[in-house]
């Protein structure tokens, strides 16, 4: 019989976190640095209860979740979408390609006083930028995705005279779907990125503005404290994903390890 | 099904030429054939005589470069396009099962059900008789990477008998699966389609094969694929795998056998 393996991660993670703690709290004691510059562990749960006690920041919190979603969202739909047609269409990738590129390779951040410029210090400057950074990866996967169905499953499909939309629904579509939610595990990632600099750079709400504006009034803690908060939504947000993997592609090897082969 | 019934398949005059870098590659020159109703005809070569692009051409997956592939007197390609009514009567099995492995078990032996608009209820049920039929009752509602490589085929063989094909084109679908498997799946197959009555042909690399199954056996030759020998092999129904060792069984694979060594 094969050993159980030890969930050693329930107990290495909580170490490690104890670990990386200490070593702050120490460095901060002993190496004399500023606690303007990198304060004490204490000090920063301190803040952090701070803000959690503060009505606006579920507010900025809220508004920082809606345009990370709400970019992820019009990432997914341009990404799956432009994804297919280029991804069945090779013509018109190549001719696409070089201009997907450059939105990529464009500095970014660079761009978004000019988003700020055209679409105002509100909401939707961000939700321009959240898009734009997450769109790529879940773009290129789709299209990877779409490249990649197995040269048997479409005889499969040719010989039962297919048609085109019955093999997009019943073949290419699931096919692809590992490969796309790979890209959206990425993607929401990067949403999350694209809302905080948009707030960092303009506008007055949001937990990226939150963090700006508290190291503007010299309360460092309080930053980390935010820093600390948009990292749990972060990993919440990465999380979902991974739970929507297991709900859309239970039978994919990423997600399947558990299933047994039967003998026979 | 009635055996005389069920439409035969006539090749006339067929040639495959593949365009390759050093230029174009015959790989089956003009080939005449008749394939009678109810058959079983086992083709059999060394590997690169051309006889899965035989099998591939009679099934609508690669189009003659000349002459025409008849099913039941329709001509099977005209104007680059597959006739839909000729390609209704065939099901390949590849030799890869070839299943989707995002639908389960009964979903992938619907799957020609359902793209012809079969409802939900009866296809499944259809789906569950058919797995009793090939021997994997109780395997239905698993995933196909749960299954062995034998199981897998007899789900392949499964889903092709879905929708009562006239007509069965198998290549090497026995050919990954070790020797008792192996003549397991040879004697079922035989049982099937002594029940169904279809015409069958079927491509293999092993002659004891091709002569424990085919009502005539086709030697290819290589360099340009062509056929090379026909025979017909004269024992009863239901063969029993003792007869492989028949002096007469014997006899049969070693004329074909040594006719091999000689083209090859
Ligand atoms: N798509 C293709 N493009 C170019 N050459 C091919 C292609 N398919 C098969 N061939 C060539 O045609 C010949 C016959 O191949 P095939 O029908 O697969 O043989 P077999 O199934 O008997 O092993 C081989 O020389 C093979 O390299
Ligand atoms: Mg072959």
Redesign the pocket.
Do not use: E, P, R
């Given at each position: 019989m094969k050993r159980r393996p030890i969930p050693t991660a329930w107990i290495t993670t909580p170490a490690l976190i104890v670990l990386f703690i200490a070593a702050w709290h120490l460095y901060v004691a002993w190496s004399g640095v500023s606690k303007f510059i990198i304060p004490p562990p204490l000090a920063v749960w301190e803040s952090l209860v701070d803000l959690l006690g503060t009505a606006s920041t579920l507010r900025h919190a809220w508004i920082t979740l809606y345009e990370t979603l709400v970019g992820f969202f019009f990432a997914c739909i341009i990404g799956v979408g432009l994804g297919t047609v280029l991804g069945k269409t090779a013509w018109l990738e190549q001719a696409l390609n070089p201009f997907i590129i450059a939105t990529q390779v464009v500095p970014k951040v660079a761009l978004v006083p000019l988003f700020i410029l055209w679409f105002g210090f509100g909401t939707e400057s961000k939700i321009v930028v959240a898009t734009v950074l997450a769109f790529f990866p879940i773009l290129t996967n789709t299209v990877l995705g779409i490249k990649s169905v197995d040269s048997g499953h479409n005889d499969v499909m040719t010989v039962l005279n297919a048609g085109r939309w019955q093999r997009f629904i019943t073949l290419e579509l699931p096919s692809s779907l590992p490969a796309v939610l790979a890209g959206m595990e990425v993607g929401i990632v990067l949403a999350i990125i694209g809302a905080v600099v948009g707030e960092y750079l303009g506008g007055s709400t949001g937990l990226g503005h939150l963090a700006v504006a508290s190291l503007n009034d010299y309360k460092v803690g309080m930053m980390f404290a935010v820093i600390i908060l948009l990292t749990a939504m972060g990993f919440l947000l990465y999380l979902l994903v991974g739970a929507l993997k297991k709900l859309l592609i239970p039978w994919h090897d990423s997600v399947a390890s558990k299933i047994r082969p039967v003998a026979g | 099904m009635n055996r005389t019934s069920v439409p035969g398949i006539h090749l006339a005059g067929v040639e495959k030429a593949?365009a390759?870098p050093d230029g174009p590659?015959l790989?089956l020159q003009r080939t005449d054939l008749q394939v009678r109703p109810g058959e079983f005809l086992a083709l059999v070569?060394p590997?690169?005589?051309?006889?899965?692009?035989l099998l591939r051409m009679i099934g609508g997956l690669t189009e003659p470069t000349a002459g025409r592939v008849l099913i039941a007197e329709r001509s099977l390609w005209a104007a680059g396009r597959r006739d839909s009514e000729a390609i209704r009567e065939l099901a390949v099995v590849f030799q890869d099962a070839n299943l989707f492995p995002w639908f389960s078990v009964e979903d992938n032996i619907a799957l020609p059900l359902r793209l012809r608009g079969v409802p939900k209820p009866e296809r499944l049920q259809k789906s569950r008789s058919l797995c009793e039929l090939v021997g994997i009752g109780g395997f239905e509602r698993l995933w196909p990477r749960q299954l062995s490589g034998g199981m897998r085929q007899r789900a392949a063989i499964a889903r092709a008998l879905s929708y009562d094909p006239h007509i069965l084109l198998m290549d090497e679908p026995f050919g990954a699966l070790d020797a008792i498997t192996r003549d397991q799946l040879n004697l079922e197959l035989q049982r099937i389609w002594l029940a169904q009555g279809c015409t069958i042909v079927f491509v293999t690399h092993s002659i004891a094969e091709a002569v424990f199954l085919g009502d005539r056996v086709l030697l290819l030759s290589p360099r340009p694929?062509k056929i090379d020998t026909e025979v017909e092999v004269p024992f009863p129904r239901p063969r029993k795998t003792s007869i492989q060792a028949f002096p007469e069984f014997q006899q049969l694979v070693q004329r074909l056998r040594d006719r091999l060594e000689a083209i090859t």
């Open positions: - | 593949f390759t590659l790989a070569g590997s690169g005589c051309g006889k899965t692009t694929g």
